[in-house]
């Protein structure tokens, strides 16, 4: 049986009326005269530990520039995509995306870009119509993370990279640093190793094993470094390249009993790798600063969303810089670490 709604022509005034209302909300004022809180996304890669600093740093930055923020972490390009798709129905003024797959993502970035505002941050999609990039040159991260392999094997040995996709712009940039860097390579960021090939320096001291993926899965991750010491007895270091891949490479080594017998260099600052750097079964870990990849992001859209003058470099990259850390300097950078996460 067939349900019919009827609506009197009473109700279909009243809906007109709240209609006007909607609309007129929509057009940017609310209903005491005043602009309403432009809205911006800080879409993630993925779902980490990495982000809350990124996540503190959007809502601090939505304070200050009167914003209404929200934070994505997508599981996967396609849930990233569907993400993207329903902020533009939503209507959002600004969107800044760190795109998991950013050849393949190319269309429904520029569909954000004709629509709202669209940035990059803490990973690049170059050939977008994003109007800027804000994060680190990740290949001079990956050869400090590199330098950090060299100085850690002085008499040389073989070594495994670990990380989550090598997919993103800024995974295969670090990626390929990191190698160039450990068999002391000329450096071209253009270059692009195959992950599966073993790689030996001139000299024949480095040998990079490859490089294994986890596609952010954990548990992947993890047997990811149990299997290398398996395959590998002799190996001399692993490198862990997203934040969780030093921890799970921690885990592996101890299950192993061979914690402070495997040199583990690390990227991020994951509690138990800057703990691993206290301990001393860490030799260091490349930081970047999610904390201002959240805050520049909202700041920058506010800016533009307001017309602001010369907001955006002319080289399209807002630099923030990588930094070493190390035993000298991380009991000050977790410290101020803290600080900035607070009671997160």
Known sequence: MRHILWISPFSLGLLFSLGLLAWSGCSGRSTDGQADKPSFALVTNGVSDFWKPAQVGAAKAGEEFGAEVLVIMPSSMSDQTRKLEDLLTRGTHGIAISPINPENQTDILNQVAASSLLITHDSDAPQSNRLVYIGMDNYRAGLMCGQLVRQALPDGGKVMLLIGRLDQDNSKRRRQ??????????????????PGQELTSDDGRFTVLGTLTDQFDRAKAKANAED?????????????????????ILEALDRAGRLGKVQVIGFDESPMTLQGILDGTVVGTIVQSPYQYGYQSIRILSELHRKQPNVLPQSGFIDIPAKVIDKANVKSFWDELKLQLGDL
């Open 177 to 194: 640093g990191c190698i160039d860097a450990i068999l002391g390579r000329t450096e071209d960021p253009t270059r692009n190793d195959p």
């Open 228 to 248: 290398t010491l398996t395959r590998h007895p002799d190996i001399g270091a692993m490198v862990g390249l997203f934040e969780y891949n030093p921890p799970l």
